[in-house]
């Protein structure tokens, strides 16, 4: 393995927005090629005609981040974003509201500070005496101050796992205020909180995830006659998308176990 991408058969299309055409935004044949864009290095995409510059556009945050090395990436991202120890203590407090302070000392050593005690804790160590939630959360929550702050987009798989849908739907919230939100950053995460759906005021910004021969993606708005009046979340449950478990699956398993 190693760290090299390479870019190849790239397409950058244009289009002139215009307030009043909002709906045909994703009208594919609108759209015009960008052709004469020079000449760039080898290990330079296209896509720097469009960005000019280099900056942070998107953060991935997988499902599976954990382990020791989760507080280096913390406190990285607070000294590369500039994130205060003010913020990291409230964002510390809603994960856990025992713990009054965590700073660093060194790669591998961190001084925490509890309601009833003050002491230093390696990596390995603090791991096992935080949760994995508090872990994770700390992190994905201070990624996400620093995407509202620089305004880059935070990418999340499977948004809901070891969160409570609250902290979830807080996220969401930050995102849609604008008074937060003030360099227009984008949240985009996967989830199985089909309740989550419900606090969407549209269908353009959700897709559909199947599976057949292929996994492939369908638009809520383009794809599915769904009703905006209607809960998305009960569209989910009474399988209109068709992304419900097999009910003869589920007997084929319980006949099995029963014998």
């Known amino acids: 393995m190693t760290n090299q991408e390479s870019f190849g058969n790239e397409h ?3 289009k002139q927005y215009f307030k009043t055409n909002l709906k045909e935004i994703y009208g594919r044949d609108t759209y015009e090629e960008m052709t004469d864009l020079g000449d760039l290095p080898e290990d330079t995409s296209n896509i720097f005609f469009v960005l000019k510059k280099k900056q942070t556009r998107a953060v ?4 599976y ?4 090395d989760t507080y280096q990436l913390l406190f990285k991202t607070l000294k590369n974003y500039d994130i205060g120890a003010e913020v990291l203590a409230r964002i510390i407090k809603i994960f856990d509201e025992n713990i009054r302070e965590i700073t660093r000392l060194d790669d ?15 990596d390995t160590q603090l791991v ?6 508090t872990t994770k959360g700390i992190l994905l929550y201070t990624l996400m101050v620093a995407s509202l702050k620089e305004g880059f987009d935070l990418l999340i798989d499977e948004v809901e796992s070891h969160f409570h849908k609250t902290l979830v739907e807080n996220m969401i919230s930050l995102y849609k205020d604008k008074a937060v939100n003030r360099h227009q950053a984008t949240i985009v995460f996967t989830t199985h909180y089909c309740e989550i759906l419900n606090l969407m005021g549209r269908q353009d910004n959700i897709w559909i995830c199947n599976a057949n021969s292929h996994i492939h993606l369908s638009n809520m708005y383009e794809d599915y006659q769904i009703r905006p009046v209607l809960l998305k979340s009960k569209q989910y449950y009474n399988n209109a998308f068709k992304t419900a478990v097999n009910y003869e699956d589920l007997m084929a398993l319980k006949k099995v176990l029963k014998k």
């Open 12 to 14: 950058i299309y244009r």
């Open 60 to 63: 991935f945050f997988d499902s």
């Open 65 to 68: 981040s954990g382990g020791p």
């Open 108 to 122: 591998h050593n961190y001084r925490i500070v509890t309601e009833n005690e003050d002491r230093v804790m390696s």
């Open 128 to 133: 096992y005496f935080l949760s994995s939630g």
